[in-house]
Every structure is written in structure tokens, then in C-alpha cells.
């Protein structure tokens, strides 16, 4: 509600909207380095010495000693998050013409035992709301707006991350060129935001955000193991049956599919 009153969307916006746990501190680490590359150089770069949380605010969750007056501050375009479903966002935001993009794939990780926080989520309570009706207010936005909205896999996202970094520049309207091309910006882009860097980097393991009433994440807590099908490790193959069916039924007829 606060963020209703209070969130001002501008038409030069990029607002990356993702369920918690899918990626959503890569995708932040791509679209700031994407989207900021002729500022900094891959060797000097801000990423080598902060959090990519910190680089890319969330709207709904104020930073450390902010209000949600600091996001009228930042200077456009502005280079936003939420993981907020497009329903609760002010109804301005769609209606401004913001440019979004959207990443997906089963929440995994909870502070409750798997099997309860796996029928909770089987039943529609996630923090978020339910995982399908986030997928899909965003996929029909994307249908509708395809020049406005992108919506991408993770899975996609980590089978080709070089064409996906070429996919998001020419998406947030900043193409690589051909210079760029042929001295292997992507290849750059991809190596410096990849998990096993990120990882690496002192800042991602010490510290941590501060979002008040006291709640602390820390930074080495943004990083799980960024691969595609730990799934298996932690679920039984009824519980995985299970979810394909009620996803399938979810999505049924929306032409969405994992």
C-alpha cells in the first residue's frame, strides 16, 4: 500500500520483476553492466566492489537510512526491481510504458521444513502470491506489449547467456555495436556477471543488506549454486509429479509452458 502511494514510475524506467530465489541477483548484475558499460571499464568495474543488490533497488523494500522518497532522487533512467506481481503495482506503471523484464523457475530454499513449504506452495502461498499467477500477469503483459515487456527462462538465460546479453541490450535500447561485437562485449559481460565471479568477489561474501525492522540478508545468502535442476537433490519424484501437474493445470491454455 505504501508503495502504491508513494512510487512514482517514469516511462524510462527498467523494472526487473522476478520471483525471489530465480536469479534475480544475475539478472541484476547483467542489466547494470548492459545498460552502464560505456561508463565503466570490465577491469574498474562497480560490480568488483559492490552487491549487485545495491546497484539495482528494490521499490517495494527501502535500502539502509532511505525512505521511499531516495527512488525520486535517482536520475533516469532509472534501474529498478520488485518482486512484487504486477497487480499490486501502481496501475501508472504498466500505463507509462516502463520497460520490464521478467525471469522465472520453481522457487526452491525456505526456512520451513521442504515438505510443508512445498504444499504451501502447491497451494498458492508464496511470499510473492502464487508462482503462477505472477508468471502469468507478466506473460500476458508480455503478449500485449512485446516491445515493452520481456519475458525470459532462467533456463534460457543459463543455456545461452551471450545471446540473452544481446537479447536484453537490444531490448533496453541499447544494442551492441559492431565494434562490440567483434571485440566480444558479450563474451565480457557474461564472464563478469557469471555465478563463479560474482561468487568469488569478497563484497558477495562479507556483509550484508540492511532492510530494517530488523532484517538482515546477508550478501553470501543472494548466491545458492545458480544451476538447473538441483531440483533433483531435494525433491522426491512424487513431489516433482505433482508440481507438473499443477503447474500444467495453472497454465493451461495461456501458452505459457516450463
Known amino acids: 500500500m505504501l508503495l502504491q502511494d508513494t512510487f512514482k514510475p517514469r516511462?524510462?524506467?527498467?523494472?526487473?520483476?522476478?520471483?525471489?530465489?530465480?536469479?534475480?541477483?544475475?539478472?541484476?548484475?547483467l542489466a547494470f553492466t548492459i545498460t552502464n558499460r560505456s561508463r565503466y571499464s570490465f577491469s574498474?568495474?562497480?560490480?568488483?566492489?559492490?552487491?549487485?543488490?545495491?546497484?539495482?533497488?528494490?521499490?517495494?523494500?527501502?535500502?539502509?537510512?532511505?525512505?521511499?522518497?531516495?527512488?525520486e532522487t535517482i536520475p533516469s533512467p532509472r534501474l529498478l526491481s520488485t518482486h512484487l506481481p504486477l497487480s499490486m503495482l501502481p496501475p501508472e506503471t504498466s500505463l507509462r510504458?516502463?520497460?520490464?523484464?521478467?525471469?522465472?523457475?520453481?522457487?526452491?530454499?525456505?526456512?520451513?521444513?521442504?515438505?510443508?513449504?512445498?504444499?504451501?506452495?502447491c497451494e498458492g502461498f508464496s511470499p510473492s502470491g502464487p508462482f503462477w499467477n505472477h508468471c502469468l500477469e507478466y506473460w500476458k503483459e508480455s503478449l500485449a506489449r512485446p516491445n515493452e515487456v520481456l519475458f525470459l527462462k532462467y533456463e534460457e538465460l543459463k543455456s545461452?547467456?551471450?545471446?540473452?546479453?544481446?537479447?536484453?541490450?537490444e531490448f533496453l535500447g541499447v544494442p551492441?555495436?559492431?565494434?562490440?561485437?567483434?571485440?566480444?562485449v558479450a563474451?565480457?559481460?557474461?564472464?563478469?556477471?557469471?555465478?563463479?565471479?560474482l561468487t568469488s568477489l569478497t563484497v558477495n561474501q562479507t556483509g550484508?543488506?540492511?532492510?530494517?525492522?530488523?532484517?538482515?540478508?546477508?550478501?553470501?545468502?543472494?548466491?545458492?549454486?545458480?544451476?538447473?535442476?538441483?531440483?533433483?537433490?531435494?525433491?522426491?519424484?512424487?513431489?516433482?509429479?505433482?508440481?507438473?501437474?499443477?503447474?500444467e493445470e495453472k497454465l493451461k491454455g495461456s501458452g505459457l509452458s516450463f
Not at 563474451?187 to 565471479?197: D, G, P, T
Not at 538447473?228 to 499443477?246: F, I, P, Q, T, Y
Open 176 to 184: 551492441l555495436t559492431a565494434e562490440e561485437e567483434s571485440s566480444g
Open 97 to 121: 510504458g516502463c520497460r520490464w523484464h521478467f525471469e522465472n523457475k520453481i522457487v526452491k530454499g525456505s526456512n520451513i521444513e521442504l515438505d510443508k513449504a512445498f504444499d504451501m506452495f
Open 187 to 197: 563474451e565480457e559481460v557474461v564472464k563478469l556477471c557469471s555465478f563463479e565471479n
Open 160 to 169: 545461452h547467456p551471450e545471446q540473452v546479453v544481446r537479447q536484453l541490450a
Open 44 to 71: 574498474e568495474h562497480p560490480l568488483i566492489t559492490t552487491n549487485p543488490q545495491y546497484l539495482v533497488p528494490f521499490i517495494e523494500i527501502p535500502d539502509p537510512g532511505r525512505d521511499h522518497t531516495y527512488l
Open 208 to 247: 550484508g543488506v540492511d532492510h530494517g525492522n530488523k532484517i538482515f540478508v546477508e550478501n553470501s545468502v543472494f548466491f545458492r549454486k545458480g544451476k538447473v535442476g538441483d531440483w533433483a537433490n531435494h525433491m522426491s519424484v512424487e513431489m516433482a509429479e505433482k508440481l507438473d501437474r499443477v503447474i
Open 11 to 29: 516511462k524510462e524506467d527498467i523494472i526487473l520483476a522476478t520471483q525471489p530465489k530465480c536469479g534475480t541477483t544475475w539478472l541484476k548484475a
